[in-house]
T-cell receptor, first 113, second 113 residues
Framework: KAGVTQTPRYLIKTRGQQVTLSCSPI?????VSWYQQTPGQGLQFLFE???????NKGNFPGRFSGRQFSNSRSEMNVSTLELGDSALYLC????????????FGQGTRLTVV | AQTVTQSQPEMSVQEAETVTLSCTYD???????LFWYKQPPSRQMILVIR??????QNATENRFSVNFQKAAKSFSLKISDSQLGDAAMYFC??????????FGTGTSLTVIP
């Protein structure tokens, strides 16, 4: 059974640009959550999607958005990139929610220059 | 908001010995989940162990066990018979009823051969 796949693995963008990250959950999983990991702030929750609906959202500005498709694949978009957006972005999938076992992808390392 | 505190940024243990990683959390909820995740250099978060707050019995997974003290809001991880492959960053995490994770800042575990 394939794990959670995040693409791309590495990304370098320029300030002001926008970026889209992708997460393919484990087959059959309907919940996808996104997290930002930085040395200064640690792991912070961005949002969770379940069956194409955003169920929960963390405390991030509106430049961070996401969506989920009917096949449960999810994308995260960051517009008007800032240097502080440089981070490892992790996605996790689970069957119904994170209280059932959640599996994480290997992350996308975003560098903003 | 819930907070999770890991007071040990770094720990080391001799191979085959036992080590305990500390975690405390703050919440006003009575129903929640607690987790320990391991993040090796590959960056992928791997579930080590999970505890449901309503269960008084401490969770155990092979060499990994927890000491869950609900009243004290403490959730420590004990690793027995430490192996070289246990070396990683360990994160304590609290999951609220909205399926949002709150992570601690992590403890970097070194296993000395």
């Amino acid at each position: 059974k394939a794990g959670v796949t995040q693409t791309p693995r590495y990304l370098i963008k320029t300030r002001g640009q926008q970026v889209t990250l992708s997460c393919s959950p484990i087959s059959g999983h309907r919940s996808v959550s996104w997290y930002q990991q930085t040395p200064g702030q640690g792991l912070q929750f961005l949002f969770e999607y379940f069956s194409e609906t955003q169920r929960n959202k963390g405390n991030f500005p509106g430049r961070f958005s996401g969506r989920q498709f009917s096949n449960s694949r999810s994308e995260m978009n960051v517009s008007t990139l800032e240097l502080g957006d440089s981070a490892l972005y992790l996605c996790a999938s689970s069957f119904q929610g994170m209280n059932t076992e959640a599996f994480f992808g290997q992350g996308t390392r975003l560098t903003v220059v | 908001a819930q907070t999770v505190t890991q007071s040990q940024p770094e720990m080391s243990v001799q191979e085959a010995e036992t080590v305990t990683l500390s975690c405390t959390y703050d919440t006003s909820e009575s129903d929640y989940y607690l987790f320990w995740y391991k993040q090796p250099p590959s960056r992928q978060m791997i579930l080590v162990i999970r505890q449901e707050a309503y269960k008084q019995q401490n969770a155990t997974e092979n060499r990994f066990s927890v000491n869950f003290q609900k009243a004290a809001k403490s959730f420590s991880l004990k690793i027995s018979d430490s192996q070289l492959g246990d070396a990683a960053m360990y994160f304590c995490a609290y999951l609220d009823r909205g399926n949002q994770f709150y992570f601690g800042t992590g403890t970097s575990l070194t296993v000395i051969p």
